[in-house]
């Protein structure tokens, strides 16, 4: 006979599927597109990214969730129209950041003669995470949305809470993913094949990022 499945597994399943669908999102790929052309090691750095970016996605989209739903505050739609703003100028910073000024963004200050990379590996670290952390403002009322009738009576009341971990997994896993297939399409570019991916991929984040916020004001 087959066992029915606990609420508690259910509601980790029904976040873990919401996060993967969450992480690829064009808004997330577009950032972390961007972000994942400038690494050194172009493989390995691609998927480091997306990690990195996941994280702080996770961290603050759980964190806050978290934080309004036991202190029983609800997010406004004005709220969340400013929060969608604030991530399409973070989408169109890292665009700019990427044409301009990419040893900045790289190293977090601009690229010295004879100057090493790798001592300054952790400002690109630092800036993929604050990037993934602030793109997750914006999604933080959907979550509040999607969970009340996972807290809220029946079965799934305490149960529930797991939707928070699998929510936060499936963005991991998600962005994960989308590193791995960038990352893999990178690996068979030459470096100036590879520089014009680069600048086409930071067009298209510019563009996406004006319109998130052009249609939102």
Do not use: K
Not at 57 to 71: F, I
Not at 78 to 98: D, K, M, P, Q
Not at 156 to 171: E, H, K, Q
Request: net charge positive; charged share 10%.
């Amino acid at each position: 006979m087959c066992r029915i499945v606990s609420p508690l597994f259910l509601a980790f399943l029904l976040g873990l599927g919401q996060g993967m669908l969450h992480a690829v999102g064009p808004d997330h790929c577009a950032a972390m597109a961007t972000l994942g052309t400038l690494g050194p090691s172009r493989r390995r750095a691609a998927f480091l990214v997306a990690l990195r970016f996941a994280i702080g996605h996770a961290a603050v989209l759980g964190g806050v969730a978290t934080v309004c739903l036991l202190a029983g505050v609800g997010l406004s739609e004005t709220f969340e129209r400013w929060a969608e703003i604030l991530g399409g100028a973070v989408l169109v910073a890292l665009a700019v950041a990427a044409l301009l000024f990419p040893n900045t963004l790289r190293h977090g200050h601009p690229h010295l003669p004879g100057h090493t990379q790798e001592p300054h590996s952790h400002h690109h670290e630092h800036v993929t995470t604050a990037a993934g952390a602030l793109m997750a403002v914006s999604g933080v009322r959907s979550l509040l949305l999607a969970l009340p009738p996972l807290l809220v009576g029946g079965s799934l009341a305490t149960s529930g809470w797991t939707y928070l971990p699998g929510f936060a997994l499936g963005i991991l896993l998600g962005m994960g993913a989308v590193g791995l297939l960038f990352a893999e399409g990178l690996s068979r570019l030459g470096t100036r094949l590879a520089e014009q991916v680069q600048r086409v991929v930071a067009l298209g984040s510019a563009a996406l990022g004006v319109f998130w916020i052009a249609t939102r004001l």
